[in-house]
């Protein structure tokens, strides 16, 4: 079974600093491009950034561009997201997504984790 | 930026057929992808590449796009169908996800 479990939420000071992770499993990680999409509460969807399957190639959301940076590891079937210069309206849910297709960067959202919440709050 | 522009709601009636529209500059030129929220759940992909049903989606789900318009069509709706829909698409590296839909099976 294909599964996302990510972690590290809570909660930070403006200004503050937070790592997120999600752990990967049931399918071979290093085939497929990776995202994290985000949910402020009562709001719509927003897409935060992407990292291809190498890791070599990233984007990011104008929003988050400079602050956040997207990694991964995939000897440890593993996604990161550093966010730093946090503001109150990164407050969300952070979900860890798997795209369709093996390879594809700009593809539909599969798979998605239950996410983890981030509250950016003095 | 680009933008992506649903109609904030839609009521049906079950059995009946629900249309949620989803308005982009030259959206047909892109491919759409449709997702199902629940309350308190994570998003489900129930479209993708305009018209492509992932595997488990009921057929009674289906998309089109074309022009400025893609479309997600649910016929014979159920009272499970009741849920937040949210379009996708991709533009300049940036993923662009529509404004919602909530649609309510009176």
């Known amino acids: 079974e294909v599964q996302l479990v990510e972690s590290g939420g809570g909660v930070v000071q403006p200004g503050g600093s937070l790592r997120l992770s999600c752990a990967a499993s049931g399918f071979t990680f290093d085939d497929y491009a990776m995202h994290w999409v985000r949910q402020a509460p009562g709001k719509g969807l927003e897409w935060v950034s992407l990292i291809s399957a190498d890791g070599g190639s990233t984007y990011y959301a104008d929003s988050v561009k400079g602050r956040f940076t997207i990694s991964r590891d995939n000897s440890k079937n593993s996604l990161y997201l550093k966010m730093n210069s946090l503001r109150n309206d990164d407050t969300a849910l952070y979900n860890c997504v798997k795209v369709t297709r093996i390879a594809a960067l700009y593809d539909a959202f599969h798979i998605w984790g239950q996410g983890t919440m981030v509250t950016v709050s003095s | ?46 479209i993708h590449q305009d018209s492509k049903r992932p595997s488990g989606i009921p057929e009674r789900f289906s998309g089109s796009n074309s022009g400025n318009t893609a479309t997600l069509t649910i016929s014979g709706t159920q009272a499970m169908d009741e849920a937040d829909y949210y379009c996708q698409a991709w533009d300049s590296s940036t993923g662009v996800f529509g404004t919602g839909t909530k649609v309510t099976v009176l």
């Open chain 2, 1 to 46: 930026s680009y933008e992506l522009t649903q109609p904030p709601s839609v009521s049906v009636s079950p059995g009946q057929t629900a249309s949620i529209t989803c308005s982009g500059d030259k959206l047909g030129d892109k491919y759409a992808c449709w997702y199902q929220q629940k309350p308190g759940q994570s998003p489900v992909l129930v």
